[in-house]
């Protein structure tokens, strides 16, 4: 009788360490994963800009003027959410956007980017990914905030809101001043 059990005694002491993760988790804020690039140059990159694959740009090329590079992909839903928020952001003038397309086809990209505007200065391609790993970027949407002395100041992970704007990123901006 004890043997037929166990696999539901087992299976309940699962469900309930589960639970109770998911109970302490709760609320928790995930954008705040902290990033061990903060106060250090940003990673080293040469990537070709979207639909421009002859055309190679460099962390170097960026350099000079703080900027956002923030990290989509057409396949992105929440990426669909915060463009409004970015397009905003980048037609305010405070700071130049760099779109940074992630793991993405260059023909769905672009036909996205025609669809819902685009909002980027420039936007560079990183198709399978292997740049990413060095930003230590999980997916899209992530943002980053870059000094003028390519020092990353700031690291965003998740669809950008007004909020975010308001209360993380302009104050982010005012202590670059």
Known sequence: MIKRLLPLIAFSLLALLLGVGVLMNSGKDTSAIPSPLIGKPAPAFSLPVLGEPSRMITNADLGGAPYLLNVWGSWCPACRD??????E??????IKVIGYDYKDEPEDA???LEQFGNP???VIADRDG???FDWGIYGAPE???VDAQGIVRWKYIGPMTDEVVRDQLLPELEKLK
Do not use: D, K, M, N
């Open 82 to 87: 915060e463009h409004p928020v970015i397009t």
């Open 130 to 132: 292997r740049a990413a």
């Open 120 to 122: 980027y200065a420039l």
């Open 110 to 112: 672009l036909r996205w």
């Open 89 to 94: 952001l980048a037609q305010s003038g405070r």
């Open 143 to 145: 943002s980053f905030l």
